[in-house]
């Protein structure tokens, strides 16, 4: 990356740099390839944050789907760690898994599973899971919540089979206005398809383990027994282990990695694959060389920045985020290690100056905390607009459901020294209710920025990006405006 001008000597975020188009020869912005560079196997740079609100078995095999990957939290008891990676992983790779009711439920729970994915349309599957039916929210807001569903089930149905070609299945889909279709193997429901998912597929490739499976990290802390921690997030699957902590730049951290290592390392033969540890967070070069150092292979990199996060506010620390990726990527990048620009990315042009800063992947949680995949329960405004609660992961509430096991005494202690919001409202966007929606609106962004700067893939990107440093009125100038001024 280059400076359009002289570098000023005071640090920038993400609104104070702005980036200029440079000659280019990539003439698609499908010819651009956004595969990581940071060995986790993800075709897409974005990773879901740790965060209990955002990330767990809905959102991870969703962006697993289209190539990006979600970590699970470190708050999450082990058992519950262990079942996510084994759903995760034993969901389709192109079907999207349905929500599915059988005919004799009222649709009152057609009503509550309705909202927990895209799709909008519940599949009614009989006692060996055929599917007889499909079922949509207006049905079933049509009639008494206690009517059944066998009641307002649409039967015609529009069913493919497992293997079928999808692009036939999109002809037929458009041809019959359906919006979805089961998918049937062996007589039993495998998933669904829908337009729109049939052409995500021929856009994303979806992060796959060795096995061919979808992709799940796991965070872990820096307290307790940090070697089972690891170890069992090792056996149960996880496909990058996130050492994750408020201060990464401490004693308690490298110790910490010197043992996740150390288990990796050990084990590494019997699971047949290595699997690369991230850890954080830091904002400064010294931070991620010794990160790096004591065995991180990806540096998480962000004090203050996200949207949940109190921390600056609190204690003044913190670092713009620009800066502090620009200058962790170049030290991470000597010693081999690569970086997560973590928080404070609001729109897909974020992303984008953060994989021109050098990161290598780009962790989102606060915005896709408003989606339908995210674990909360979907509530409404008084004005009926849809929205999810999301809450930090250093807030009171993160922190006393994390010390559970300790005493009364010590869990007020803990929540004194809260760093988070415990209570936001993140609304769905209308026009992008769903965490693909977002995905491709990153994506495209990000796709474009690329071909503007002549780069096909993200080295390169980091290499030609020229940017430039705006004032607050630069950057209003660029929003775009919805009604007349
Ligand atoms: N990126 C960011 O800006 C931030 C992110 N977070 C996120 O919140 C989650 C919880 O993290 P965390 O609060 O570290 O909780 P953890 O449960 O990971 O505990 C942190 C440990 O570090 C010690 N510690 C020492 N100095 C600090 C400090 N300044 N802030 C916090 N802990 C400190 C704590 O001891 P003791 O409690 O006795 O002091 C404790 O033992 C993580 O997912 C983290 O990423 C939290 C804050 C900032
Ligand atoms: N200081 C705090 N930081 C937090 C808290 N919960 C999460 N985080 C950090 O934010 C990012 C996600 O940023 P976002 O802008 O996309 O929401 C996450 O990965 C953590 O590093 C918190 O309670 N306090
Ligand atoms: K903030």
Redesign the pocket.
């Known amino acids: 990356m280059k400076f359009l001008g002289d570098r000023p000597p005071y640090d920038l975020t993400y609104n104070d740099v702005f980036m200029a188009p440079s000659r280019s020869s990539v003439s698609s912005r499908l010819d651009v390839d956004l595969t990581t560079p940071d060995g986790v196997g993800t075709t897409i740079p974005l990773v879901v944050a ?2 209990t609100a955002i990330s767990g078995r809905r959102m991870a095999e969703t962006v697993a789907r289209r190539g990006a990957i979600a970590v699970l ?2 708050d999450i008891p082990e058992r519950a760690m262990r079942e996510t990676v084994a759903y995760v992983k034993s969901r389709h790779t192109v079907y999207e898994t349905a929500v599915t009711v059988h005919a004799d439920e009222p649709v009152s729970n057609v009503l509550a599973l309705i909202g927990k994915r895209a799709h909008r349309t519940a599949v009614v599957i009989d006692d060996q899971r055929a599917p007889i039916g499909l079922v949509t929210e207006r049905q079933s807001r049509q009639v008494d919540r206690f009517a059944t569903v066998g009641e307002v089930m649409t039967r015609e149905l529009f069913t493919v089979k497992d293997g079928d070609d999808l692009s036939s299945v999109f002809d037929a889909l458009t041809d019959h206005h359906f919006e979805l279709a089961p998918v049937v193997q062996d007589d039993a429901l495998a998933g669904v398809l829908t337009r729109q998912g049939i052409l995500r597929s021929t856009i994303y490739q979806p992060a796959l383990d060795g096995k061919g499976q979808l992709r799940i990290g796991v ?1 872990i ?3 307790g027994d940090v070697r089972s921690k690891a170890a069992a997030a090792l056996y149960a699957g996880a496909d990058v282990l996130v050492v ?4 990464g730049h ?1 004693d ?1 951290m490298i110790d910490a990695l010197g043992v996740v290592r150390a288990v990796r390392d050990e084990i590494e033969g019997e699971l047949g694959t290595r699997v690369p540890i991230a850890a954080g ?1 830091v904002v400064t070069p010294d931070g991620a060389r010794d990160l790096a150092t004591a065995g991180a292979d990806i540096i998480k990199v ?5 949207a949940m ?1 109190t ?1 600056r506010m609190m ?1 003044g620390v ?1 670092r713009p985020q620009f800066t502090a990726v620009l200058e962790c990527a170049s030290a991470a990048t000597d010693l081999g290690a690569s970086v997560w620009a ?2 404070g990315v609001k729109y897909p042009r974020d992303v984008a100056l953060a994989l021109a800063a050098g990161a290598g992947s780009v962790m989102i949680g606060s915005w896709f905390a408003g989606t339908w995949e995210s674990p909360g329960d979907l509530n409404t405004d008084a004005d009926g607009r849809l929205f999810k609660e999301s809450f ?3 807030s009171a509430r ?1 922190v006393s459901g ?1 010390t559970q096991a300790r005493g009364a005494f010590d869990r007020a202690r ?1 929540a004194l ?1 809260e ?2 919001i415990s209570s936001s409202r993140m609304f769905l966007d209308p026009a992008r209710p769903g965490v693909e929606d977002l995905i491709d609106s990153i994506i495209a962004g990000v796709r474009s920025s690329f071909t503007y700067a002549g780069a096909r893939n993200i080295e390169e990107f980091r290499e030609r990006a020229l940017v430039g440093v705006q004032s607050a009125s630069g950057y209003d100038e660029g929003r775009p405006r919805e009604t007349s001024w």
């Open positions: 740790n965060m939290p470190q965070a802390g820096i307290n994750d902590t408020a201060h401490q308690k967070n962000g004090v203050g920045p996200g996060c921390t204690t913190g973590d928080g930090g992961m250093a993160a994390r803990s020294f760093e988070g």
